[in-house]
Nanobody
């Protein structure tokens, strides 16, 4: 079992920044790939970024590339999502997730999920 707890969401003006955190606990967390997903009202949950615990390899969806940075602190078992140059279309509930099925971008292939944190970007 893996437990994930997100924090760091809030309200920010367009062009601003936020940093989300995802604290992970449980056995062999380091064997998982960690992902950030987001879900806007009336839309499906979509992949934003992922990172491997072991090598720190990262991957981003095109819409956030160059603006968002995913990172991890192995000592704290925490994954971060630094979000810069935020746009109103980034408004969503952001979820942290974990998978042992490799380098995935599909939400149904992630086994553990946090409760989500709201990010609202005003224009």
């Amino acid at each position: 079992q893996v437990q994930l707890v997100e924090s760091g969401g809030g309200l920010v003006q367009a062009g601003g920044s936020l940093r989300l955190s995802c604290a992970a606990s449980g056995r062999t967390v380091s064997s998982y790939v960690m992902g950030w997903f987001r879900q806007a009202p009336g839309k499906e949950r979509e992949f934003a970024a992922r990172i491997t615990w072991s090598y720190g390899s990262t991957y981003y969806t095109d819409s956030v590339k160059g603006r968002f940075t995913i990172s991890r602190d192995n000592a704290k078992n925490t994954v971060y999502l630094q979000m810069n140059s935020l746009k109103p279309e980034d408004t969503a509930v952001y979820y942290c997730a974990a998978t042992r099925r490799g380098l995935q971008t599909q939400s149904y292939l992630y086994d553990y999920w946090g409760q989500g944190t709201q990010v609202t970007v005003s224009s």
